[in-house]
Every structure is written in C-alpha cells, then in structure tokens.
C-alpha cells in the first residue's frame, strides 16, 4: 500500500491548434491512466475516436473564440459574448457545428485532421477562431471523498481517473490527510507497529490496508474492477484534470479557498492553498 499527499499541477495551455489536440488527449488519459501510450502523433487519433464513440465531455478541456459578428444572439446555452468574441468550449462548437454551416466550416478549418470537409462551399480559406487566452486547466491529485466535491463545480470541465477501469492490480494508493503528518512512501503492517504511535495514524492505515486488502482479494476471485472498487475507502488517490475560465476558476477560490459559503472541508483547503501557489 503506498500513501501519498494532494498535489495541484497548473498546465501550460495550447497555443495552436495543434496543441489543442494534444491537451485534449492529454486530459483524457487521465480516465484510464494511459498517458504513457501518448506519442507524437496520437492525439488525431485519440480526439477522432472521443468524437466517434460520443465522449464529448473531454473536448470541453480546450476554449475557442469566434469573432460576435458571427451571430447576433448567443447560439448555445454554452456559449458566452467576450468583448468582441463568441466564446465556448469545443464540445459547444461541435453541437453549434451540426446546424450552423458556417462554424462547420470553421472548425474544420481549425481542425483539417479531426473534421471533414463540409460539401457547402465556404468562402474562408483561413479559420476565424482563436484560442480562448482565459482558459485554464488544473492537474489535481486528491482522494475521492474530496473529488466528490469538486465535480459539483458544474462550470468547470472536469475529467476524472476511472475506478471502473483502472485496475489496481499492483497495490492501491491512498491520500492521507495533512492533519496526520505521516510520511509518503510503501506502508504495511510490520512499518506501521514500529513508527505509528498516533492512534488516528494508526486507525487510518489500518483502514487502507484493510481495503486495499478486500480490493485485492476481489480481483483474485475475478470479480472487475469496476466490481471491486466498492471495496476501496475514500481514501483512495484519484486524479482529476479541470479546466475553466477565469470568472469560474474566481468563483472556485472564492468558495473553497476564502470560503465564502461557509467552512470548507480540511482536506479541500489543503488541495486548494496547492493550486493558489500553483498562481489560482
């Protein structure tokens, strides 16, 4: 069983279109846990196959603007006026693409290796849209108790690890509370009864091993992992890629860091004062 603490990561977001690509592939992953099949060229095939299959949820991680001449009123829920822009997410152009010929032909200007050629003739041969400069994206390292609080955070696109899918096969990690100051690294029971004096510490690793152990023996009998994960705490690491504009990532701080709602969560202030050193 290994135990670690919450980390907040601040991406360096894409400044073409290419990047756009990639970013999107690189947030998607984090579902299965399968960054390590990315390469070069991976990303055309990745989205492709998001599009294809209706996983559109993972295009929202990337934010486009189109110039307000386009349109005299908002065409999407999802979308927003900017100064002197249309501004959404790629999954809301994608659904103002299916009736709106011209942002069809945009986006496949934009995107020649996702979208094909509408057969309507269009007079741009450049794109008209633009990268959304606001945007931001935030890698964060949490357990699942706190995660099910951030995914209520409705404005911010998020993309969450899957217990569903990624097995854990090798030994479950846990977050551990800041409050326990115990130490990252490999725990079981021999290390626990020669360094743990703290009760909480000790009911808290006894815990984990004790789910991670009824998580193990679920997979041994066969059951799926989607199967056995309801054998795993709250406790477990999850990883979460949320993206967002900034007047959504400003409501964000103001909620879970000035707690202008109310008291915040130890463990969601922990994970936040990260993000606020991250620049939130």
């Known amino acids: 069983m290994k135990v670690i603490k919450p980390k907040a990561t601040k991406l360096f ?15 998607g992953r984090v579902a299965y846990k399968s960054e390590d099949w990315i390469t070069d060229d991976s990303s055309v095939r990745f989205v492709r196959s998001l599009i294809s299959r209706g996983h559109l949820s993972v295009l929202r991680h990337v934010s486009l603007r189109l110039p307000s001449d386009y349109f005299m009123t908002a065409p999407s829920p999802y979308i927003y006026k900017v100064g002197g822009f249309w501004v959404g997410n790629l999954q809301a152009w994608l659904d103002v693409g299916r009736w709106s ?23 741009r041969l450049e794109t008209s849209f633009s990268i959304d ?21 409705t404005t911010l696109a998020v993309t969450q690890e899957s217990s569903r899918y990624c097995k854990y096969g090798d030994g479950v990690t846990f977050v551990v ?18 360094q743990i004096s703290s009760a909480e510490a000790s009911l808290f690793l006894e815990s984990c091993l004790s789910s991670e152990s009824h998580y193990l023996s679920a997979l041994e009998m066969g059951l799926s992992p989607q199967d056995a994960r309801g054998m795993l705490n709250h406790h477990v690491k999850t990883e979460l890629m949320m993206s967002g504009s900034g007047i959504s990532w400003n409501h964000f701080k103001n909620v879970r860091f000035y ?3 109310g008291k915040v969560h130890p463990q969601m202030l922990e994970l936040t ?3 606020v050193k991250e620049g939130l």
């Open 13 to 27: 977001m894409p400044q073409s279109f290419k990047q756009c690509l990639k970013h999107i592939e690189y947030c």
């Open 101 to 123: 010929d011209d942002v069809s032909h945009e986006l496949y200007l934009a995107f020649p290796q996702i979208f094909d050629k509408p057969s309507t003739p269009y007079y």
């Open 133 to 153: 400069d606001d945007y931001q994206t935030y890698k964060l390292i949490t357990d699942r108790g706190v995660s099910h609080e951030l995914v209520r955070h």
């Open 177 to 194: 509370p800041e409050r326990l100051e115990l130490a990252e690294g490999f725990w079981d029971g021999w290390r626990m009864a020669r």
């Open 259 to 261: 707690e202008s709602t």
């Open 273 to 275: 004062k990260l993000m």
